[in-house]
């Protein structure tokens, strides 16, 4: 067992973050942690990294209190945003996080599985944000540690950007634990073998990502018929374009497309009555 | 990891973000130094005994204002970082952090003291023995320890935008009342009456001490009895940020 929340729940002044929140993250598991902004996930995170305590509930991090320092060393993080000493140097910040753990990644190997290797000398406030991003998994990574939170890894980046880390992330993410918090469904269905969808501090969802869409079932498919453009949201996307193509109706710039989280929630919170 | 290397760490960092910030580093180590020539060298180079007094309080004044400065405003800008964020989930206890901070400034303060002390010899008549100076760097530290903890209570009760001038503010009013710039019985007659109780007052009997000029024990008690208080309110105001931040 790596973490777990059991019953967890959190208030701040006014607002209900968490409400009785339990899961629980085993070895070798990669776990996406899904909701929109707002949804409880950064406070999830907060407390089963020991930046924050729980009103109500238990959370175990390696079977202990995630504000054990000691046990911090099975545990790599990355930075949510990207603000680094800005006079420090690549190859100065993944060493200072590379010198807290027992038995670290080799530098130049961080350095170029992230694609750091030419940047090694520069000052981190000259990177641009895709750098910036890089450098943040990186240090997740740096320690090689069992256990890595990556805390929205991938804001803020073009789509080829966040493919390639995604890559990254799956090579290098081989054999270790990884919970990482995205509002991307595309991100958690890329790289996880188990999905918690969370909104409003409530768990809506825990399985994996095929459950996860047979459960999201809907496709949304746009073309441009004969009267103008049409939308058709449906659940069997193969039979729609068969039937439209035997109807011989002239259409073109047909395009499939997945359900965006919201309409993903919709059709959770509307399974769930 | 072992703490040492942790400290070795922390430490390396500090003093390589000081030594690419020349714009802030040249001028806090020469400023002391520079005060020193405008105000009291033209007293000092006539007597060596006025230059031993001037130089030596000097010498607390570099210390206070680096320490209060490292520490003060330091703490308080980063302390709202995402970066602050990120480097507690890392295995470090607050004791290696705190630690870091503590050399790399007494460093930079008995750098900043150093240049005081070397424009003194160049220029003035200063009459210390090796084991006088020797002392001298010994009670530097120890004199420096309850502006350290004055320094982080700053840090933690203070805004970032509020730190500079109130740094700024207990920086120049404790060096004046406290005798460090001109000798107490030169300041307006109701500052000489608070001036004793002052901590940097104490700090430059302390020193002033080993020419015999004041008592090293009544300097050191009061420097004690400081170190508890601003310990406390360090203390507290850590306690405080933990609290609103990572409640």
């Known amino acids: ?273 | 990891m072992s703490a040492l290397i942790l400290l070795r760490a922390h430490t390396r960092i500090q003093f390589l973000d000081l030594l690419r910030s020349p714009g802030y580093v040249v001028p806090t180590v020469i400023f002391p130094a520079m005060f020193y020539v405008l105000f009291d060298l033209p007293f000092a180079r006539m007597r060596s005994d006025v230059a031993n007094a001037t130089t030596l309080a000097f010498i607390a004044f570099a210390i206070v204002g680096v320490t209060l400065y490292q520490f003060g405003v330091g703490i308080a800008q980063e302390r709202g970082r995402p970066w602050e964020r990120y480097v507690r989930t890392l295995p470090v206890a607050i004791a290696a952090r705190f630690g870091a901070r503590i050399v790399t400034a007494m460093l930079f303060g008995l750098l900043t003291a150093a240049v005081v002390a070397i424009v003194a010899r160049a220029l003035t008549p200063i009459d210390l023995s090796l084991a006088q100076w020797l002392t001298v760097a010994f009670y530097a530290l120890c004199g420096g320890i309850p502006f350290v903890l004055m320094g982080i209570a700053i840090g933690y009760w203070t805004s970032a935008r509020a730190a500079v001038p109130i740094a700024t503010a207990c920086n120049l009013l404790l060096a004046f009342a406290g005798g460090l710039w001109m000798p107490p019985q030169d300041l307006p007659a109701f500052v000489q009456a608070v001036s004793p109780y002052l901590p940097t007052r104490m700090f430059a009997d302390l020193l002033w001490s080993v020419t015999g000029s004041a008592s090293a024990e009544r300097a050191l008690a009061g420097l004690a009895a400081y170190t508890v208080i601003f310990a406390i309110a360090a203390a507290r105001g850590y306690r405080r940020d933990e609290r609103t931040r990572y409640a």
């Open chain 1, 1 to 273: 067992m790596i973490l777990r929340f059991d019953d967890v729940g959190k208030s701040y002044v006014g607002t209900r973050a968490l409400e009785a929140l339990s899961f629980q993250i085993d070895r070798g598991e990669i776990v996406a942690l899904l909701g929109p902004n707002g949804a409880g996930k950064t406070t999830a995170l907060e407390i089963a990294l020991g930046l924050r305590g729980c009103d109500r509930g238990s959370v175990q991090l390696f079977g202990t209190s995630p504000r054990n320092v000691a046990i911090r060393r099975r545990l790599g993080v990355t930075p949510q945003e990207s603000g680094f000493p800005d006079m420090l140097r690549v190859e100065e910040i993944l060493t200072f996080v590379a010198e807290h753990y027992p038995a670290p990644a080799a530098i130049s190997e961080t350095l170029a599985a992230f694609g750091l290797t030419s940047l090694a000398r520069r000052r981190t406030g000259t990177l641009s944000q895709g750098e910036s991003r890089r450098l943040a998994v990186a240090l997740a990574f740096v320690g090689n540690p069992e256990f890595v939170v990556l805390d929205e890894p991938t804001t803020g980046l073009d789509v080829e950007s966040r493919r390639r880390l995604w890559d990254v992330v799956r090579r290098t993410g081989a054999g270790r634990s990884i919970l990482l918090t995205t509002h991307h469904l595309e991100e958690a269905q890329a790289l996880a073998t188990r999905i918690l969808v969370i909104d409003c501090g409530r768990l809506l969802f825990d399985g994996d990502p095929d459950a996860l869409r047979r459960r999201v079932g809907t496709r949304r498919l746009t073309y441009l018929g004969t009267d103008g453009p049409v939308v058709v949201t449906t659940a069997n996307t193969d039979e729609y374009v068969r039937d439209l193509v035997d109807s011989g109706a002239d259409f073109s710039n047909l395009e499939i497309s997945q359900p965006s989280l919201e309409e993903a929630f919709l059709s959770l919170t509307g399974g769930a009555k």
